[in-house]
């Protein structure tokens, strides 16, 4: 299927978490839910994107979404990587990658020149009306997880303090004037040459 955009309906779901507890898109509604899939627990790309969602969680919730995670793991295999990371969130096992298909990012991979059918790293805000927000495709781990809670923040944050460092700046500026004035003080003895001359000139009158 294709993948859904901006706008769209998110496809619903109902899945078990690494609890064995059912977690549903529909109980969800009202509150904005950070959708990620990754294709496999425990692997190096996939526990860096996990841990980097775990160390931004608290400021996830605080800007009002619901984390959870999806990969076709089972729930076994979800609870042991969720206890090694110490993940707070919800990780979903889509084990027939029924939920992956809805969303589009089951597909056709390449490694090492050898093809085959995988899951497609990829990250979905739905807002709390249930509809698409944004879509992150074939995400790269580094730097995802910031630009997911620089969305929900709406990415104004840090704009404002930016313009004060270099107006400090221009304080020294004043104090660059009172170098001119010190070459204008050695004009003056350019007289004396003058006034000597003219006494010599007296002399010899």
Do not use: N
């Not at 994107?49 to 996830?60: G, M, N, P, T």
């Not at 800007?63 to 979800?78: F, I, K, N, R, T």
């Not at 029924?98 to 990829?122: P, Q």
């Not at 790269?140 to 990415?155: D, I, R, T």
Request: proline letters at 9%.
């Amino acid at each position: 299927m294709p993948m859904p955009q901006a706008g769209d309906k998110a496809p619903g779901f109902s899945l078990p978490d690494q609890s064995g507890a059912t977690v549903s898109l529909s109980q969800l509604k009202g509150r904005h839910v950070v959708l990620y899939f990754y294709p496999k627990d425990a692997t190096p790309g996939c526990t860096t994107e996990a841990c980097d969602f775990r160390d931004e969680h608290s400021a996830l919730v605080k800007a009002g979404a619901v984390v959870l995670g999806v990969s076709p793991d089972s729930v076994a295999s979800h609870q042991k990587f969720a206890t090694k990371q110490g993940l707070p969130f919800s990780l979903l096992a889509d084990p027939d990658h029924a939920l992956a298909d809805a969303y589009g990012v089951w597909g056709e991979k390449s490694l090492y020149g050898r093809k085959f059918m995988g899951l497609i790293r990829a990250t979905f805000l739905i807002g709390p009306d249930g509809k698409v927000v944004r879509v992150w495709p074939k995400v790269k781990v580094a730097g995802h997880v910031a630009e997911v809670l620089s969305a929900l923040q709406g990415g104004s944050s840090d704009k404002a303090p930016a313009p004060k460092a270099p107006a400090a700046k221009k304080a020294p500026a004043a104090e660059a004037k009172p170098a001119v004035k010190k070459p204008a003080a050695k004009k003056a003895p350019a007289a004396k040459p003058a006034a000597k001359a003219a006494a010599r000139k007296g002399a010899r009158g």
